[in-house]
T-cell receptor, first 115, second 114 residues
Framework: DTGVSQNPRHKITKRGQNVTFRCDPI?????LYWYRQTLGQGPEFLTY????????KSRLLSDRFSAERPKGSFSTLEIQRTEQGDSAMYLC?????????????FGPGTRLTVL | GENVEQHPSTLSVQEGDSAVIKCTYS??????FPWYKQELGKRPQLIID?????GEKKDQRIAVTLNKTAKHFSLHITETQPEDSAVYFC?????????????FGTGTLLAVQP
């Protein structure tokens, strides 16, 4: 499968624990996005990387959230001291950077449940 | 701020009928408008997109129209089939910009009754 992959697919954790998710974009895609989707809503933008540089973060991304893309390939999203309100589907997407209008390809998501 | 409104939230049609989903965006600088289909438990997948220099685009049974003046765009599905049943999301973006982040609508659950 050459699409965007995410691991784990499901994560159940207790409030206050830290969790980390991984996203592997389509190879040769240098743009990578994280979105969060709650039930009955559209995905909400969290953060964006171009290669290894994190160029934009949403106000939704509190200081408990951190994302990295150390070598410009895979990315990780860490949530510290999880809260029940963090329960959601976390989607990763990637696209080419050809300076124009580029389709974002989504991964299957990581569903987080905070108990 | 950036906002996309989408209507209706649910839509039920008979197989063979047409379905229309409408979206309104707030940021007049938006110039790229993709539509994603998300089946239950699956990832969102692009079905069609339109750029602001075009008023209409068609791909087989799917078409999208854009009214830049009114900041409206719509998805039209003709001859609906049961496999069209899914949640459809519109989105807006400032393509060609630094981020190209997508601002999504709240989704429309389309049910095609056989």
């Amino acid at each position: 499968d050459t699409g965007v992959s995410q691991n784990p697919r499901h994560k159940i954790t207790k409030r206050g624990q830290n969790v980390t998710f991984r996203c592997d974009p389509i190879s040769e895609h240098n743009r990578l996005y994280w979105y969060r989707q709650t039930l009955g809503q559209g995905p909400e933008f969290l953060t964006y990387f171009q290669n290894e540089a994190q160029l934009e973060k949403s106000r939704l991304l509190s200081d408990r959230f951190s994302a990295e893309r150390p070598k410009g390939s895979f990315s990780t999203l860490e949530i510290q001291r999880t809260e029940q309100g963090d329960s959601a589907m976390y989607l990763c997407a990637s696209s080419r950077n050809t300076g124009g209008f580029n389709e974002q390809f989504f991964g299957p998501g990581t569903r987080l449940t905070v108990l | 701020g950036e906002n996309v409104e989408q209507h209706p939230s649910t839509l039920s049609v008979q197989e063979g009928d047409s379905a229309v989903i409408k979206c309104t965006y707030s940021d007049s600088a938006s110039n790229y408008f993709p539509w994603y289909k998300q089946e239950l438990g699956k990832r969102p997948q692009l079905i069609i997109d339109i750029r602001s220099n075009v008023g209409e685009k068609k791909d087989q049974r799917i078409a999208v129209t854009l009214n830049k003046t009114a900041k409206h765009f719509s998805l039209h599905i003709t001859e609906t089939q049961p496999e069209d049943s899914a949640v459809y999301f519109c989105a807006a973006s400032k393509g060609g910009g630094a981020t190209n982040k997508l601002i999504f609508g709240t989704g429309t659950l389309l049910a095609v009754q056989p």
